[in-house]
């Protein structure tokens, strides 16, 4: 049974900085390729940033230069640091596989406000 937790979330004024973190059991992302995802009120759930086992990464043309995805393969973590953050970046983060397979978590709430 696979379980995501992701972590980290919080209210950050706009140029501030997170890091968000996903700890996984019953799946390990040293195998898998994994992604940050988020979905605003009202939108759909969108993927920002991708990493695969090799350590290659992709980003959404909106966060690009801004996040940054690593994993810890040894803690079975998923992070993704989010710089110079913006209003538009408020939204429910999620982590999962990249297509998504696994049972969604509860997300992280990133509110970024004045």
């Known amino acids: 049974q696979v379980q995501l937790v992701e972590s980290g979330g919080g209210l950050v004024q706009p140029g501030g900085s997170l890091r968000l973190s996903c700890a996984a059991s019953g799946m390990r992302f040293s195998l898998n390729v994994m992604g940050w995802y988020r979905q605003a009120p009202g939108e759909q759930r969108d993927l920002v940033a991708r990493i695969t086992p090799s350590g290659n990464t992709n980003y959404a043309a909106s966060v690009k230069g801004r996040f940054a995805i690593s994993t810890d393969n040894a803690k079975n973590t998923l992070y993704l640091q989010m710089n110079s953050l913006k209003p538009e970046d408020t939204a429910v983060y999620y982590c999962?596989?990249?297509?998504?397979?696994?049972?969604w978590g509860q997300g992280t709430q990133v509110t970024v406000s004045s």
């Open positions: 999962n596989t990249d297509p998504y397979y696994a049972p």
